[in-house]
């Protein structure tokens, strides 16, 4: 992009009021945001549900004063740029129409392959020993599918999963509330270059801007809006978590819920969401994988040579037995002729596909290798 449309956008996204949704609709309308501020006022307020307010307000001039001193931050931090239109912008934010018409990263993330998976792992920032194990066995468990993991930076869930992609050399991305001048909590500053070379770090807030409360909450359309599905692994009645897995339903994204005790303070938001029939539950790795449909990439799945060579344990054995003698067999067959539920049979089988003895096919089937 170049510098002068990149001038013209940030002023643009500095208008007092104008969000993103009417930024798009006037860039929608003049082709450019250059366009817009070259526009007579007469015609731009002439663009349906576009008021006279708005316009004195893109128009003014303190955005374009604003828009010169952060781009000229910008270029001294060599932070990187991407419009919503751009094809370095998120794939899946494009289709949110409040996503952010500028996002700036720093790091060495790669996230617009339209087939890359991504998932958002979200939750309470007072988690517990029972959250963090899961979180951890998680994302070790899915890490064969090399998805990106996405959290907010924040204490608890966010941090975990950021440290747990990184410990399985999986890309992950902070999605912050605040300019990338600065950090919170600063307590996570020792995690700030771990994260840069396995990912980095995105915001659509300025070098300018006050952190505040309420910017958690609109950095939360970004985690939810990226993403091909959202992880809640534990929350409070109320939280942040709770709003991110809302707006990525109504993304008509796949939400996912850990559940717990149901005396369990940081176990009701997930367990309230599983009973609302807002999420799917989670148990596994395996639950995720099969309510998905994500299968392993040929290059991705490990290489086996006779069965007699690999470690099964008991019910993975009469598994492998079964489909060896039976062929291609759906999902639900196996787990009533194996006499297992099938949330256990997922999991099993998952684990059976990473040993390379079974291989999912279309439409449900499991068949032996």
């Not at 990149?6 to 002023?11: D, G, Y």
């Not at 070098?207 to 992880?231: C, H, Q, W």
């Not at 999420?279 to 086996?304: F, K, N």
């Not at 049979?345 to 003895?357: C, F, I, N, Q, R």
């Amino acid at each position: 992009m170049e510098d002068k449309e990149l001038f013209f956008l940030l002023a643009l996204q500095h208008a007092h009021n104008v969000g993103d949704v009417t930024a798009k609709k006037l860039l929608h309308h003049c082709g450019n945001a250059e366009a817009i501020f070259n526009e007579k006022s007469g015609n731009l307020v002439k663009i349906e549900r576009i008021g006279r307010l708005t316009i004195k307000n893109v128009l003014d001039k303190e955005n374009l004063y604003a828009a010169e001193k952060e781009l000229e931050y910008l270029r001294e931090e060599n932070i990187k740029v991407c419009a919503y239109n751009e094809e370095s912008y998120p794939e899946k934010l494009k289709h949110c129409i409040d996503g952010p018409i500028l996002l700036f990263g720093k790091g060495n993330m790669e996230y617009s392959n339209p087939r890359q998976r991504i998932l958002s792992v979200v939750g309470t920032r007072q988690i517990t020993s029972y959250g963090n194990a899961f979180c951890e066995q998680f994302i070790e468990d899915i890490a064969p599918f090399n998805p990106i993991i996405v959290s907010g930076f924040a204490y608890g869930v966010d941090i975990c999963a950021h440290k747990a992609a990184i410990k399985n050399e999986l890309q992950t991305i902070g999605c912050l509330a605040h300019g990338l001048n600065q950090l919170y909590p600063k307590a996570h500053k020792k995690y700030v270059d771990q994260v840069e070379q396995n990912g980095g770090f995105l915001t659509d807030f300025w070098s300018s801007d006050d952190l505040d409360p309420k910017n958690f909450l609109r950095r939360n359309r970004i985690v939810a809006g990226m993403s091909e599905a959202t992880v809640v692994i534990e929350s409070a009645h109320k939280g942040g978590s709770l709003v991110t897995a809302d707006i990525a339903a109504s993304y008509h994204r796949d939400v996912f819920a850990v559940p717990g005790r149901a005396q369990d303070k940081y176990s009701e938001g997930c367990n309230n969401l599983i009973k609302s029939q807002q999420a799917h539950m989670l148990t596994s790795a395996a639950d995720l994988v099969y309510l998905l449909g994500w299968e392993l990439e040929e290059a991705e799945t490990p290489t086996v040579q006779k069965q007699l060579f690999v470690e099964l344990e008991a019910t993975e054995q009469k598994i492998y037995d079964y489909l060896t003698k039976k062929g291609k067999e759906l999902l639900d067959v196996i787990a009533l002729d194996c006499e297992m539920p099938v949330h256990k049979l997922t999991s099993t089988l998952l684990a059976m596909e990473m040993k390379g003895v079974i291989r999912p096919l279309p439409g449900k089937l499991f068949e032996a290798v």
